[in-house]
């Protein structure tokens, strides 16, 4: 596993060479599919969104990587019930 930070010291990326699960490797090797790579995207301080591609279980990371997660901080009440989390399909790719 290898993590890449930015220049605020929060990781912006985690690189999967072997699947946690399963025991595969994920090197891109042979039969072997390529490394799972998820991005972390921050507002402010706040880890919002990951995207993921590769691992086989995700789009390639030549078509971009797919939303696999959410976090919505706070109390959606407090602030007027207006927010409202969205989800969007796991095949969304997004250029980033």
């Given at each position: 596993m290898e993590f890449v930070y930015g220049a605020l010291v929060r990781r912006?990326?985690?690189?999967?060479?072997?699947?946690?699960?399963?025991?595969?490797?994920?090197?891109?090797?042979?039969?072997?599919?390529?490394?799972?790579?998820?991005?972390h995207v921050y507002f402010g301080l706040e880890l919002i969104q990951e995207y993921a591609c590769g691992g086989g279980e995700y789009v390639s990371c030549e078509a971009g990587p797919a939303l696999v997660r959410e976090f919505v901080h706070g109390n959606p009440e407090e602030c007027g019930g207006g927010i409202r989390p969205i989800s969007l399909p796991m095949t969304q790719s997004v250029a980033l």
């Amino acid at each position: 596993m290898e993590f890449v930070y930015g220049a605020l010291v929060r990781r912006v990326e985690t690189i999967e060479y072997v699947d946690a699960a399963t025991g595969q490797v994920m090197d891109g090797v042979g039969s072997n599919p390529p490394p799972r790579r998820t991005r972390h995207v921050y507002f402010g301080l706040e880890l919002i969104q990951e995207y993921a591609c590769g691992g086989g279980e995700y789009v390639s990371c030549e078509a971009g990587p797919a939303l696999v997660r959410e976090f919505v901080h706070g109390n959606p009440e407090e602030c007027g019930g207006g927010i409202r989390p969205i989800s969007l399909p796991m095949t969304q790719s997004v250029a980033l």
